[in-house]
């Protein structure tokens, strides 16, 4: 997690060091009240978007989702091209991968953290709303927000390319 | 539904957390308009390539330093 939320060793190393000490420190006062697991993400995302905040690199909040849309106008459908029918080539991919990343770490850290507890480790709404500190219907929006332009980012490289 | 009143309910749709009336009007949008199957379907296919790139294994270097500094960091 911390190498998809910094895109960088030595911080995502930093962040998994400090994210340890402070289990370690607060492991008495974890009371349960979220699983284990919730709770160490929680603590993990938070040290990753710290480490971004203080570096200053993070993307702009206001995602231009619009630029990432498909513009309709009255009575004209845009073109859409399919997208490689095999996943399991794409990811084979070292560029394809690349591609994945680079798209990623375009995202700003908040709408990353979201997207990266729901759809890449698989959190519910609500554990990653806990984890993060957040509304349900905040994690909705950004999680709606996020793949949307994931897709529109990674949409002119996939439809080129033939597997 | 038109196709941009489609846009805002898809990730609800994708989760199955879409009002079952909803589901069927979008469904039957997309049964007439290919280009928002299509859009859809590369929706889904992002979510699932993030999902399945597996990340790099925790290299054992890294492993060994975290114990170091969990060690020296609990000393202290």
Redo the contacts between chains.
């Keep these: 997690m911390a190498m998809r939320m910094l895109r960088n060793q030595e911080d995502a190393e930093d962040a998994l060091q400090e994210t340890f000490l402070q289990v370690y420190r607060g492991l008495r006062g974890f009371e349960g009240r979220s699983t284990f697991s919730t709770w160490l993400f929680r603590l993990a995302t938070n040290v990753c978007l710290m480490k971004i905040r203080q570096k200053g690199t993070e993307p702009a909040q206001l995602l231009p989702l619009e630029e990432y849309l498909p513009q309709h106008e009255e009575g004209v459908h845009p073109q859409i091209q399919e997208w490689p029918e095999k996943p399991e080539e794409v990811l084979l991919n070292k560029e394809s991968r690349e591609k994945m990343l680079e798209a990623l770490g375009k995202l700003p850290a908040d709408y990353r953290a979201v997207f990266i507890l729901r759809d890449v480790e698989g959190f519910s709404n609500a554990e990653a709303g806990e984890a993060l500190g957040i509304s349900v219907a905040a994690v909705k929006s950004r999680l709606h927000r996020a793949r949307l332009t994931l897709r529109g980012m990674l949409a002119g490289y996939f439809q080129r390319k033939e597997i | 539904m038109k ?2 009143d489609m ?2 309910k ?3 749709y994708l989760d199955g957390d879409l009002d079952p009336k909803l589901c069927q009007e979008l469904e039957r949008h997309m049964e007439d ?1 290919n ?1 928002c199957l ?2 859809v ?3 889904k ?12 294994p925790l290299p054992k270097e ?1 492993h060994l ?2 114990h170091d ?2 060690k020296k ?2 000393r202290d």
């Design positions: 196709c941009k846009l805002d898809l990730s609800e308009c280009p299509v859009f379907n590369s929706l296919k992002t979510i699932t390539l993030y999902k399945y790139a597996s990340s790099e890294v330093r975290l500094y969990l960091k609990c």
